[in-house]
């Protein structure tokens, strides 16, 4: 897979934001989700059992950089200058969320939040029609009824205009990652990626579908499973790490909400 950002692997360690042992972290919040609070929805989508989360840090090797009309790992200003130069003897803490995209609580979130995000009264007829479909497709997700589908983003502790999911999948194609990238139980059952998105630009998700079913028509999940695992290295020392998910924290009204 080719990348224009490369770097090397320092530390890595796997920090638990998002499962504790804090029980009523599982929850959802209280009521519709149309009445969630912004930071209610935000929680959901960054601090619950459908989002996981990983530290890495990363050393950049030094270069030259362009990515999207703006530069990797540096400042407005310095992406105005035609060319730049990274260095690399500061290591970039970058924190890796994995959400389950095609989970239910992820997009009434999702929506929630556009919502809230949004003056309507501000919209005319056409806007607001134009902006309601937008979010039924959202929260309908036609595309979820058959796959599995995660995303994945990356934000720096120390040099928030650097991204490494931009850098790394921005011009991956699917079948390299096929090589490597599934999801299993923890029976050893698999679902083989089927289609990617690459982040369009710094800040964009990768987003990444797996069927639901396998040739015989079982899920890959049900309510007796006990762990999920979404595997991304490519086992290189530069690769992200794998997330395991506690399935029995995703169960909803006695179903797996995955």
């Not at 999207?68 to 890796?96: K, L, R």
């Not at 205009?161 to 921005?170: E, P, Q, R, T």
């Not at 899920?219 to 395991?244: C, H, M, Y």
Request: hydrophobic fraction near 40%; charged fraction near 25%.
């Amino acid at each position: 897979m080719n990348s224009s950002l490369n770097y090397k692997l320092v530390v890595v360690s796997i920090v638990c934001l998002s499962f504790g042992v804090v029980v009523a972290k599982a929850q959802l919040p209280n009521g519709s989700f149309e009445k969630w609070s912004k930071s209610e929805a935000e929680r959901v989508l960054s601090d619950s059992p459908w989002a996981r989360k990983q530290e890495l840090r990363l050393n950049f090797d030094k270069e030259v950089q362009k990515a999207a009309g703006a530069y990797s790992g540096v400042s407005a200003g310095a992406a105005a200058q035609a060319q730049t130069e990274v260095a690399s003897d500061v290591p970039v803490d970058f924190v890796f969320t994995l959400r389950l995209r095609s989970a239910l609580p992820v997009r009434q979130a999702l929506v929630r939040l556009k919502n809230l995000e949004t003056d309507i009264e501000k919209m005319d007829k056409q806007q607001i029609a134009a902006f309601d479909k937008q979010n039924s497709g959202l929260l309908a997700c036609p595309a979820c009824e058959q796959n599995y589908v995660v995303t994945l983003g990356s934000k720096s502790r120390n040099r928030p205009g650097a991204d490494a999911v931009f850098s790394l999948f921005k011009g991956a194609r699917l079948a390299d990652l096929q090589r490597y990238i599934f999801i299993a139980n923890e029976r050893g059952e698999r679902r083989n990626l089927i289609h990617f998105v690459p982040p369009k630009v710094p800040g964009d998700e990768a987003t990444f579908f797996f069927p639901r079913i396998d040739d015989k028509g079982a899920p890959l999940l049900t309510a007796e499973s006990k762990q999920l695992i979404v595997n991304l290295s490519d086992n290189r020392p530069n690769s992200i790490g794998n997330f395991q998910v506690d399935v029995s924290r995703l169960i909803l009204n006695g179903k797996v909400e995955v």
